[in-house]
């Protein structure tokens, strides 16, 4: 009897959270992922559930070697995608398919071999610039996209809604959409993935050089964006959980699940987590009609240097639906994050990443 679970992209922030899940349950796992996963805070006893190889979506046969192949193929009884080029550098789709979508197809064949269900983990983001509310069983609305990466995941998503279309799939297909995840317990290297801490960072990184000069009290940065608008924020930890609770359902083959949380965080509750974690005024939303009255000073202009690829996400009005994750899983499932908590992961990563400076300086 087949007990193994793959995943792929495992040494991900969503693929280190449902890794840790998994053989937290007990379940053994097969990790696949082009570096190991760092999970430093597993039980030594669920190590003997996981065994990890080299791997890389967007090789036939997923790079592995033909007899490891097989064996993966063998001892799977379901697979989990993850695995993608999730950065922002281009603004077209054509670098991203490799990975993106011919990535995806490699797996769905890894899945057909094993005779095994494929979950495939998308982003909420596959709406691109759509303003209104964008539905579960929404794709094809004529949206244009900010860059690449969601251009890219929407054309994998796409390629796997034909499969399931088709009359006779060859293996029961998921498709899961997460929002923004937010890493519960972050690292210093947290910094460099998309999401609220590379904003952290990078206003740390000034206020650190604004003080090595010998600035008293950095000013409050400007960041552009709309206070009014909201982000799909979800923790990874709670991405996991709804994951593996899907995944447990039969009911839930064949359906498109958005992993949201049921309210968007507001960027001004965003706004006062982040700056709760800093202690102080650091960094506040200001829209064209203030930087029209008073032009951005040399600090704001180098924070949206900084942050250039993800400025287009400081005004979103896009409302995401949840009615199937509701139905399978329930309303509790995936709750909106609070203040309370993101300041702490806020004040967690700060405190890492201060941590990481000194023990460089010794």
């Given at each position: 009897m087949?007990?193994?679970?793959v ?8 693929g ?8 937290s ?20 006893a ?5 065994s ?6 967007s090789?036939?046969?997923?790079g592995?070697d033909?007899a ?5 193929c ?23 398919l ?5 990535g ?14 494929l979950h ?31 251009e ?18 060859p ?10 995840v ?30 090595a ?10 960041v ?55 202690g ?20 704001d ?8 690829p ?17 139905a399978?899983a ?18 967690a ?12 300086r010794?």
């Amino acid at each position: 009897m087949k007990e193994h679970l793959v995943i792929t992209g495992a040494s991900g922030l969503v693929g280190r959270a449902l890794l840790r899940n998994y053989l937290s349950r007990g379940c053994p796992v097969i990790a696949l992922s082009r570096k190991p996963p760092v999970l430093p805070d597993l039980a030594p006893a669920c190590l003997p559930l996981l065994s990890w190889h080299w791997g890389d979506v967007s090789l036939p046969g997923l790079g592995l070697d033909p007899a490891t192949y097989v064996e993966v193929c063998d001892k799977a009884r379901m697979v989990f995608h993850l695995a993608a080029r999730t950065d922002f550098k281009d603004g077209t789709a054509a670098s991203y398919l490799p990975v993106n979508l011919e990535g995806v197809k490699h797996v769905l064949a890894l899945a057909r071999e094993a005779q095994a269900p494929l979950h495939h983990v998308s982003t909420a983001f596959v709406c691109g610039d759509w303003p209104g509310e964008f539905q579960e069983g929404d794709l094809d609305l004529g949206q244009h996209f900010r860059n690449g990466y969601e251009e890219s995941k929407f054309l994998g998503e796409s390629f796997l809604h034909g499969v399931m279309a088709a009359a006779s799939a060859p293996v029961p297909i998921t498709i899961h959409r997460p929002g923004i995840v937010v890493e519960r317990n972050p690292s210093a290297g947290s910094g460099k993935t998309f999401g609220p801490f590379l904003f952290l960072d990078a206003v740390a990184r000034l206020r650190d050089s604004a003080g090595a000069k010998g600035v008293a009290e950095p000013p409050t940065l400007r960041v552009q964006g709309n206070r009014a608008a909201h982000l799909p924020l979800v923790f990874d930890d709670a991405v996991a959980e709804a994951l593996v609770r899907l995944a447990a359902n039969p009911e839930s083959a064949g359906r498109v699940f958005q992993l949201v949380a049921p309210q968007e965080v507001g960027n001004s509750l965003l706004e006062d987590a982040f700056n709760e974690a800093f202690g102080q005024p650091a960094a506040r939303f200001a829209g064209d009609e203030e930087f029209n009255g008073r032009p951005a000073n040399p600090l704001d202009a180098l924070l949206a240097r900084k942050t250039t690829p993800y400025a287009a996400y400081l005004d979103l009005s896009v409302h995401f639906t949840r009615s199937n994750l509701d139905a399978i899983a329930g309303a509790e499932m995936l709750p909106t994050p609070n203040q309370a908590e993101l300041a702490l992961a806020f004040k967690a990563f700060l405190a890492a990443r201060s941590q990481r400076s000194q023990q460089g300086r010794t």
